[in-house]
């Protein structure tokens, strides 16, 4: 699947909401609905390279011991 995304430039001051990037339990692999929005972000920072960004994230204990 191709998709393009239209997307405007950041502005300094502006925020940019990013949907939640969920994996599957027990797995590593980064899932296709994800994918589309790391896309968003990749785009993002390649058109405003001049601006700093911040990204964070967390895990929860759910799922089996490796």
């Keep these: 699947m191709h998709r393009d995304l239209h997307l ?10 990013l949907n939640n990037i969920y994996y599957d339990y027990d797995k590593w692999d980064i899932r296709p609905d994800a994918a589309q929005e790391l896309e968003r972000v990749v785009r ?7 601006l700093s960004f911040e990204l964070s994230s967390h895990t929860d204990a759910r799922g089996g011991d490796l």
């Design 44 to 50: 993002l920072i390649n058109d405003n390279a001049h």
């Design 8 to 17: 405007k430039s950041a502005q300094v001051g502006e925020s940019f909401v």
